[in-house]
Protein backbone atom coordinates (compact mmCIF):
# COMPACT_ATOMS: atom_id res chain seq x y z
CA UNK A 1 0.00 0.00 0.00
CA UNK A 2 1.72 3.52 -0.90
CA UNK A 3 0.58 6.92 0.60
CA UNK A 4 1.77 9.66 -1.18
CA UNK A 5 2.65 12.35 0.38
CA UNK A 6 3.41 11.06 3.93
CA UNK A 7 6.71 10.44 3.98
CA UNK A 8 7.65 13.98 3.37
CA UNK A 9 5.87 15.49 6.01
CA UNK A 10 5.23 12.71 8.34
CA UNK A 11 6.61 9.23 9.45
CA UNK A 12 4.81 7.09 7.26
CA UNK A 13 1.56 5.03 8.43
CA UNK A 14 1.99 1.41 9.26
CA UNK A 15 -0.08 -1.61 8.19
CA UNK A 16 -0.52 -4.66 10.04
CA UNK A 17 -3.10 -7.58 9.17
CA UNK A 18 -5.20 -4.74 7.09
CA UNK A 19 -5.34 -2.43 9.62
CA UNK A 20 -3.97 0.84 9.07
CA UNK A 21 -2.22 2.64 12.22
CA UNK A 22 -0.75 6.21 12.21
CA UNK A 23 3.05 6.23 13.62
CA UNK A 24 1.87 7.49 16.94
CA UNK A 25 -1.15 7.54 19.09
CA UNK A 26 -3.37 10.81 19.05
CA UNK A 27 -0.40 13.04 17.15
CA UNK A 28 -1.99 13.24 13.68
CA UNK A 29 -4.74 14.33 11.70
CA UNK A 30 -6.35 12.94 8.66
CA UNK A 31 -6.60 16.08 6.27
CA UNK A 32 -6.62 19.28 7.21
CA UNK A 33 -9.02 22.55 7.55
CA UNK A 34 -7.44 23.58 4.28
CA UNK A 35 -7.62 19.95 2.57
CA UNK A 36 -10.31 17.68 3.12
CA UNK A 37 -11.09 14.10 2.36
CA UNK A 38 -14.10 13.90 0.02
CA UNK A 39 -15.92 10.83 1.25
CA UNK A 40 -14.94 7.74 3.96
CA UNK A 41 -16.72 4.42 3.64
CA UNK A 42 -16.64 2.80 6.69
CA UNK A 43 -18.50 -0.92 6.97
CA UNK A 44 -19.23 -0.88 10.60
CA UNK A 45 -18.06 1.73 13.52
CA UNK A 46 -16.40 5.52 13.54
CA UNK A 47 -14.89 5.70 16.99
CA UNK A 48 -14.08 9.41 17.69
CA UNK A 49 -12.62 10.57 21.69
CA UNK A 50 -13.76 14.29 20.89
CA UNK A 51 -15.86 16.18 17.74
CA UNK A 52 -14.93 19.54 17.15
CA UNK A 53 -17.47 21.87 15.64
CA UNK A 54 -21.30 20.58 14.57
CA UNK A 55 -21.68 17.65 13.25
CA UNK A 56 -24.26 18.11 10.31
CA UNK A 57 -26.09 15.66 7.56
CA UNK A 58 -25.67 16.36 3.97
CA UNK A 59 -29.74 17.02 2.96
CA UNK A 60 -32.14 18.46 5.73
CA UNK A 61 -34.60 16.02 7.31
CA UNK A 62 -32.78 12.76 5.33
CA UNK A 63 -30.79 10.79 8.11
CA UNK A 64 -31.65 9.48 11.20
CA UNK A 65 -29.54 8.62 14.31
CA UNK A 66 -30.00 5.22 15.04
CA UNK A 67 -32.76 3.22 13.67
CA UNK A 68 -36.17 1.68 15.01
CA UNK A 69 -34.09 -1.94 15.74
CA UNK A 70 -30.40 0.19 16.99
CA UNK A 71 -30.70 2.77 19.50
CA UNK A 72 -28.31 5.12 20.60
CA UNK A 73 -27.92 4.28 24.49
CA UNK A 74 -28.08 7.58 25.76
CA UNK A 75 -28.29 11.51 24.26
CA UNK A 76 -26.10 13.88 26.93
CA UNK A 77 -26.45 17.76 25.94
CA UNK A 78 -24.58 20.42 28.06
CA UNK A 79 -25.92 23.80 30.15
CA UNK A 80 -28.44 26.12 28.08
CA UNK A 81 -29.15 23.74 25.30
CA UNK A 82 -31.94 21.71 23.81
CA UNK A 83 -33.33 19.20 21.34
CA UNK A 84 -35.12 21.32 18.43
CA UNK A 85 -37.82 19.43 16.54
CA UNK A 86 -39.02 20.27 13.08
CA UNK A 87 -37.42 22.29 9.72
CA UNK A 88 -38.18 25.40 11.39
CA UNK A 89 -37.53 23.75 15.00
CA UNK A 90 -41.03 24.46 15.71
CA UNK A 91 -40.89 22.73 18.98
CA UNK A 92 -38.57 22.98 21.88
CA UNK A 93 -37.15 21.50 24.59
CA UNK A 94 -34.49 23.31 26.20
CA UNK A 95 -32.39 23.26 29.51
CA UNK A 96 -32.07 26.58 31.03
CA UNK A 97 -29.35 27.29 34.10
CA UNK A 98 -30.14 30.38 34.88
CA UNK A 99 -33.25 32.16 36.53
CA UNK A 100 -35.31 33.51 33.14
CA UNK A 101 -37.68 36.35 34.39
CA UNK A 102 -41.29 36.52 34.01
CA UNK A 103 -42.32 37.40 30.99
CA UNK A 104 -39.14 37.39 29.47
CA UNK A 105 -38.74 36.17 25.73
CA UNK A 106 -35.86 33.45 25.01
CA UNK A 107 -34.45 32.83 21.47
CA UNK A 108 -35.93 30.18 19.90
CA UNK A 109 -37.52 28.86 23.12
CA UNK A 110 -40.02 31.85 24.42
CA UNK A 111 -41.03 34.19 21.84
CA UNK A 112 -42.82 37.35 21.03
CA UNK A 113 -44.08 38.95 24.03
CA UNK A 114 -44.46 36.06 26.72
CA UNK A 115 -47.05 35.62 29.12
CA UNK A 116 -44.92 33.40 31.38
CA UNK A 117 -43.92 32.83 35.30
CA UNK A 118 -40.56 33.44 36.36
CA UNK A 119 -38.14 30.18 36.04
CA UNK A 120 -35.56 29.20 38.72
CA UNK A 121 -32.21 28.31 37.38
CA UNK A 122 -31.95 24.80 35.71
CA UNK A 123 -35.24 24.82 34.62
CA UNK A 124 -36.79 22.47 32.10
CA UNK A 125 -38.65 24.07 29.22
CA UNK A 126 -41.11 22.51 26.59
CA UNK A 127 -42.59 25.10 24.28
CA UNK A 128 -44.25 25.24 20.72
CA UNK A 129 -42.83 28.60 18.65
CA UNK A 130 -45.08 27.99 15.50
CA UNK A 131 -47.82 30.14 15.42
CA UNK A 132 -51.51 27.72 16.64
CA UNK A 133 -49.36 24.53 17.07
CA UNK A 134 -50.85 22.43 19.06
CA UNK A 135 -48.97 20.34 22.06
CA UNK A 136 -50.69 16.67 22.81
CA UNK A 137 -49.43 14.40 25.51
CA UNK A 138 -51.40 10.84 24.47
CA UNK A 139 -51.44 6.98 26.14
CA UNK A 140 -51.93 3.84 24.71
CA UNK A 141 -54.81 2.32 26.67
CA UNK A 142 -55.54 -1.43 25.33
CA UNK A 143 -54.19 -0.13 21.86
CA UNK A 144 -55.57 2.48 21.26
CA UNK A 145 -53.90 5.88 21.64
CA UNK A 146 -56.22 8.34 24.68
CA UNK A 147 -55.57 11.74 24.83
CA UNK A 148 -54.41 12.99 28.62
CA UNK A 149 -53.24 16.40 27.99
CA UNK A 150 -54.28 18.97 24.93
CA UNK A 151 -52.66 22.87 25.07
CA UNK A 152 -54.54 24.26 22.19
CA UNK A 153 -52.58 26.76 20.31
CA UNK A 154 -55.13 28.36 19.16
CA UNK A 155 -56.90 29.74 21.96
CA UNK A 156 -54.23 28.84 24.71
CA UNK A 157 -56.83 26.53 26.59
CA UNK A 158 -55.38 23.84 28.13
CA UNK A 159 -57.20 20.50 27.97
CA UNK A 160 -57.03 17.61 30.62
CA UNK A 161 -57.95 13.60 30.51
CA UNK A 162 -60.65 13.43 27.40
CA UNK A 163 -61.86 15.53 24.43
CA UNK A 164 -64.32 17.67 24.38
CA UNK A 165 -65.75 21.07 23.75
CA UNK A 166 -65.46 23.94 26.24
CA UNK A 167 -68.29 26.10 26.87
CA UNK A 168 -66.41 28.86 29.53
CA UNK A 169 -63.08 28.04 29.23
CA UNK A 170 -62.24 29.63 26.59
CA UNK A 171 -59.61 32.27 26.88
CA UNK A 172 -55.90 31.88 26.80
CA UNK A 173 -54.76 30.41 29.98
CA UNK A 174 -57.98 28.61 31.15
CA UNK A 175 -57.93 25.14 32.12
CA UNK A 176 -60.82 22.64 30.76
CA UNK A 177 -61.53 18.83 31.61
CA UNK A 178 -64.48 17.15 29.82
CA UNK A 179 -64.15 14.44 32.15
CA UNK A 180 -64.40 13.37 35.89
CA UNK A 181 -62.16 15.22 38.77
CA UNK A 182 -61.57 13.78 41.36
CA UNK A 183 -59.71 15.35 44.67
CA UNK A 184 -58.82 13.17 47.24
CA UNK A 185 -56.98 16.01 49.58
CA UNK A 186 -58.85 19.43 50.28
CA UNK A 187 -59.82 21.77 47.10
CA UNK A 188 -59.37 25.56 47.53
CA UNK A 189 -61.15 27.37 45.41
CA UNK A 190 -61.53 31.17 44.98
CA UNK A 191 -64.97 30.65 42.48
CA UNK A 192 -67.58 28.48 41.63
CA UNK A 193 -69.70 29.32 38.98
CA UNK A 194 -72.12 26.87 37.71
CA UNK A 195 -74.57 27.34 34.39
CA UNK A 196 -77.12 25.53 32.62
CA UNK A 197 -79.77 23.92 32.79
CA UNK A 198 -79.87 21.12 36.02
CA UNK A 199 -76.44 21.41 37.22
CA UNK A 200 -75.68 19.11 40.71
CA UNK A 201 -73.11 19.01 43.04
CA UNK A 202 -73.24 15.23 44.45
CA UNK A 203 -71.63 12.41 45.58
CA UNK A 204 -71.57 8.88 47.40
CA UNK A 205 -68.01 9.27 49.68
CA UNK A 206 -67.95 10.69 52.72
CA UNK A 207 -67.22 14.63 53.18
CA UNK A 208 -65.19 15.36 56.74
CA UNK A 209 -64.54 18.99 55.41
CA UNK A 210 -65.20 21.60 53.40
CA UNK A 211 -63.00 24.77 53.58
CA UNK A 212 -63.49 27.76 51.96
CA UNK A 213 -61.25 30.76 52.89
CA UNK A 214 -60.66 34.23 51.66
CA UNK A 215 -57.57 36.28 52.51
CA UNK A 216 -57.47 39.50 54.16
CA UNK A 217 -60.94 41.23 54.18
CA UNK A 218 -62.38 39.56 51.13
CA UNK A 219 -65.37 37.75 50.50
CA UNK A 220 -66.57 34.70 49.03
CA UNK A 221 -69.25 34.23 46.95
CA UNK A 222 -72.23 30.91 45.75
CA UNK A 223 -73.91 32.16 42.87
CA UNK A 224 -76.73 29.97 41.48
CA UNK A 225 -79.20 30.77 38.42
CA UNK A 226 -80.03 33.45 35.98
CA UNK A 227 -83.74 34.00 36.48
CA UNK A 228 -86.35 33.88 38.89
CA UNK A 229 -87.15 30.25 40.27
CA UNK A 230 -84.26 28.48 39.34
CA UNK A 231 -82.52 27.40 42.45
CA UNK A 232 -79.49 25.86 44.26
CA UNK A 233 -80.50 22.55 45.82
CA UNK A 234 -78.40 21.24 49.29
CA UNK A 235 -78.83 17.65 49.24
CA UNK A 236 -78.24 15.09 52.30
CA UNK A 237 -77.39 10.99 52.47
CA UNK A 238 -80.92 9.81 54.11
CA UNK A 239 -79.61 6.60 56.19
CA UNK A 240 -77.84 5.33 52.96
CA UNK A 241 -80.95 4.70 50.94
CA UNK A 242 -81.00 7.97 49.08
CA UNK A 243 -80.41 11.78 48.82
CA UNK A 244 -82.82 13.80 50.23
CA UNK A 245 -83.06 18.24 49.61
CA UNK A 246 -82.66 19.55 52.52
CA UNK A 247 -82.24 23.36 51.74
CA UNK A 248 -82.71 25.24 48.65
CA UNK A 249 -82.20 29.22 47.19
CA UNK A 250 -84.49 29.98 45.05
CA UNK A 251 -84.53 33.51 43.13
CA UNK A 252 -87.59 35.36 43.29
CA UNK A 253 -88.94 39.09 43.44
CA UNK A 254 -87.72 38.64 47.02
CA UNK A 255 -85.04 35.89 46.90
CA UNK A 256 -85.24 33.10 49.79
CA UNK A 257 -83.53 30.05 51.63
CA UNK A 258 -85.37 27.63 52.36
CA UNK A 259 -85.12 24.43 54.68
CA UNK A 260 -86.95 20.93 55.86
CA UNK A 261 -88.80 18.32 54.00
CA UNK A 262 -90.92 20.65 52.00
CA UNK A 263 -88.87 23.64 52.23
CA UNK A 264 -91.64 25.43 54.74
CA UNK A 265 -88.91 27.38 56.56
CA UNK A 266 -87.86 30.37 54.36
CA UNK A 267 -85.50 32.85 55.01
CA UNK A 268 -86.13 36.18 52.63
CA UNK A 269 -83.86 38.72 51.40
CA UNK A 270 -86.02 41.23 52.64
CA UNK A 271 -85.53 40.13 56.20
CA UNK A 272 -88.82 37.59 56.83
CA UNK A 273 -89.06 34.92 58.01
CA UNK A 274 -92.05 31.96 57.86
CA UNK A 275 -91.62 28.89 59.93
CA UNK A 276 -93.91 26.01 58.81
CA UNK A 277 -92.53 23.00 60.82
CA UNK A 278 -91.32 23.02 64.48
CA UNK A 279 -88.93 24.76 65.53
CA UNK A 280 -86.54 24.30 68.11
CA UNK A 281 -84.03 26.80 69.64
CA UNK A 282 -82.10 25.76 72.88
CA UNK A 283 -80.51 29.89 73.28
CA UNK A 284 -82.65 32.93 73.74
CA UNK A 285 -84.45 34.13 71.06
CA UNK A 286 -84.42 38.01 70.63
CA UNK A 287 -87.10 39.15 68.34
CA UNK A 288 -89.32 42.06 67.57
CA UNK A 289 -93.30 42.69 67.14
CA UNK A 290 -94.87 39.08 66.83
CA UNK A 291 -97.54 38.94 63.80
CA UNK A 292 -99.47 35.98 63.79
CA UNK A 293 -101.22 35.87 59.92
CA UNK A 294 -104.35 36.66 59.41
CA UNK A 295 -107.51 34.82 60.03
CA UNK A 296 -105.10 31.74 61.69
CA UNK A 297 -107.92 30.97 64.08
CA UNK A 298 -106.77 29.33 67.24
CA UNK A 299 -103.11 29.95 67.56
CA UNK A 300 -101.60 28.13 70.94
CA UNK A 301 -98.58 30.82 70.89
CA UNK A 302 -96.19 29.04 73.58
CA UNK A 303 -96.58 25.52 74.86
CA UNK A 304 -94.04 24.26 77.49
CA UNK A 305 -94.52 20.10 77.60
CA UNK A 306 -94.37 18.20 81.48
CA UNK A 307 -93.39 14.95 81.74
CA UNK A 308 -93.34 12.31 84.57
CA UNK A 309 -89.72 13.17 85.44
CA UNK A 310 -90.39 16.01 87.95
CA UNK A 311 -91.28 15.28 91.30
CA UNK A 312 -94.91 16.47 92.33
CA UNK A 313 -95.36 20.28 92.77
CA UNK A 314 -92.42 21.13 91.03
CA UNK A 315 -93.20 24.49 89.83
CA UNK A 316 -93.66 24.62 85.70
CA UNK A 317 -94.23 28.22 84.79
CA UNK A 318 -93.85 30.59 82.00
CA UNK A 319 -92.96 34.27 82.68
CA UNK A 320 -93.26 37.31 81.04
CA UNK A 321 -91.13 40.25 81.58
CA UNK A 322 -89.84 43.44 81.40
CA UNK A 323 -86.45 44.79 82.07
CA UNK A 324 -86.21 41.20 84.09
CA UNK A 325 -89.21 41.98 86.08
CA UNK A 326 -91.72 39.29 85.57
CA UNK A 327 -94.57 41.24 85.20
CA UNK A 328 -97.31 38.32 84.66
CA UNK A 329 -96.80 34.28 85.15
CA UNK A 330 -98.47 31.59 83.63
CA UNK A 331 -98.24 29.53 87.02
CA UNK A 332 -98.37 25.33 87.48
CA UNK A 333 -96.97 22.93 89.69
CA UNK A 334 -96.57 18.98 88.02
CA UNK A 335 -98.04 15.99 89.34
CA UNK A 336 -95.03 13.66 88.30
CA UNK A 337 -97.27 11.80 85.98
CA UNK A 338 -96.92 13.65 83.13
CA UNK A 339 -99.38 16.68 83.87
CA UNK A 340 -100.04 19.66 85.87
CA UNK A 341 -102.14 21.01 88.40
CA UNK A 342 -102.67 24.59 91.00
CA UNK A 343 -102.82 26.33 87.45
CA UNK A 344 -103.20 29.87 88.18
CA UNK A 345 -102.11 33.28 86.32
CA UNK A 346 -99.86 35.24 89.05
CA UNK A 347 -99.04 38.74 88.93
CA UNK A 348 -96.80 40.97 91.73
CA UNK A 349 -97.88 44.40 90.32
CA UNK A 350 -101.16 46.41 90.34
CA UNK A 351 -103.80 45.17 87.49
CA UNK A 352 -104.95 47.84 85.78
CA UNK A 353 -107.50 48.31 83.02
CA UNK A 354 -107.23 51.36 80.79
CA UNK A 355 -110.20 51.07 78.83
CA UNK A 356 -113.90 51.17 79.58
CA UNK A 357 -115.86 47.73 79.02
CA UNK A 358 -119.02 47.63 80.65
CA UNK A 359 -119.77 44.02 82.22
CA UNK A 360 -122.66 41.77 81.05
CA UNK A 361 -123.77 38.06 81.66
CA UNK A 362 -122.20 35.27 79.57
CA UNK A 363 -122.83 31.77 80.30
CA UNK A 364 -119.99 29.87 82.00
CA UNK A 365 -117.99 32.71 81.81
CA UNK A 366 -116.63 35.64 84.33
CA UNK A 367 -115.26 38.55 83.30
CA UNK A 368 -113.36 41.21 84.73
CA UNK A 369 -113.17 45.12 83.14
CA UNK A 370 -113.24 48.85 84.47
CA UNK A 371 -115.92 50.70 83.04
CA UNK A 372 -116.92 54.26 83.32
CA UNK A 373 -119.62 55.24 85.02
CA UNK A 374 -119.90 59.06 85.21
CA UNK A 375 -117.18 61.35 83.58
CA UNK A 376 -114.29 60.62 85.69
CA UNK A 377 -115.26 57.70 87.60
CA UNK A 378 -114.39 54.61 86.29
CA UNK A 379 -115.93 51.54 88.62
CA UNK A 380 -114.47 47.69 88.26
CA UNK A 381 -116.91 46.11 85.94
CA UNK A 382 -117.59 42.62 86.59
CA UNK A 383 -119.66 39.66 84.77
CA UNK A 384 -120.50 36.42 85.93
CA UNK A 385 -123.03 33.73 85.35
CA UNK A 386 -125.30 34.21 88.41
CA UNK A 387 -127.85 37.09 88.77
CA UNK A 388 -126.86 39.42 91.59
CA UNK A 389 -129.81 39.20 94.29
CA UNK A 390 -130.98 41.47 96.93
CA UNK A 391 -130.18 41.12 101.01
CA UNK A 392 -130.28 42.96 103.59
CA UNK A 393 -127.50 44.25 104.76
CA UNK A 394 -126.83 46.01 108.18
CA UNK A 395 -125.19 49.55 109.04
CA UNK A 396 -122.10 50.73 106.99
CA UNK A 397 -119.72 53.37 106.35
CA UNK A 398 -118.39 52.69 103.17
CA UNK A 399 -119.59 51.93 99.83
CA UNK A 400 -117.61 50.90 96.43
CA UNK A 401 -119.00 51.67 93.03
CA UNK A 402 -119.13 47.92 91.24
CA UNK A 403 -120.44 47.72 87.88
CA UNK A 404 -121.91 43.62 87.76
CA UNK A 405 -123.34 42.52 84.06
CA UNK A 406 -124.37 45.98 82.80
CA UNK A 407 -125.87 47.35 86.09
CA UNK A 408 -124.31 49.43 88.85
CA UNK A 409 -123.87 48.54 92.70
CA UNK A 410 -122.87 49.23 95.95
CA UNK A 411 -120.34 47.21 97.87
CA UNK A 412 -121.05 47.69 100.94
CA UNK A 413 -117.28 47.88 102.94
CA UNK A 414 -118.02 47.85 106.99
CA UNK A 415 -115.02 48.78 109.27
Known amino acids: MSVVGFETIYEAPTRSGGHFYPPADNAYDLGSTALSWRNAHFETAIYATSVVGNWNPSAASTYSLGTNTLEWQGLFLGDDTGVFIGLNQDDVIYHRTSVLNADTALTGVIIGTPDT ?3 AANSLIISNITSDGDILIAVNDGGHSKQMIFMDGSTGVTHLGKPGTPGFATASGDVY ?3 KLEVDGISYLEQIVMSGTNKTITGTAQIDSIIYGCAGTASGTIQGGTANGQNMRLLA ?6 FVEVAKMTGAADPYFSMGGSQENKFYNSGVVTLGGVTTMGANLIVGTIDIDDDSGVVTLVDMGVTSSPADGTEESIGFAIDGNII ?9 AGAVDTISVRTDYDLMFTSSVDSAAVADTV ?10 HRALAIGCEEAVISEAVGASDRSLPVRINGSTYKLMLHT
Open 328 to 336: IKLYSEADS
Open 177 to 179: IAG
Open 237 to 242: RLDDTG
Open 367 to 376: TLNGYEISAG
Open 117 to 119: TAL
